[in-house]
């Protein structure tokens, strides 16, 4: 989930915009990408999260982009940058 938000530098509303915008069929493709490296549980937690991420706003997205980034992984945006919403 991560390398959405750095695919997007950082921008909560960008990431935003595009969950909304994914079928059951991306969200099919990207989860059998996530599995072939992280296995079924790894798929299905990717499911169970862009399912989830599709109904959040940009607000709520970018706290998560924080948590992510607490947890040491690159989304893209600089710690001293603003949310950029």
Known sequence: MAGIFDKFKG???QVS???KS???DDIG???RSIAQDSG???ANHARKWLERGTAK???ELAGYRQQLRRQGLNTGKDRGMNMGI
Do not use: D, K
Request: charged share 5%.
């Open 11 to 13: 921008s909560a509303p």
């Open 57 to 59: 706003n940009a607000m």
């Open 22 to 24: 994914l079928a059951e």
């Open 17 to 19: 915009t595009y969950l």
């Open 40 to 42: 079924p549980a790894g």
């Open 29 to 31: 493709l990207i989860c």
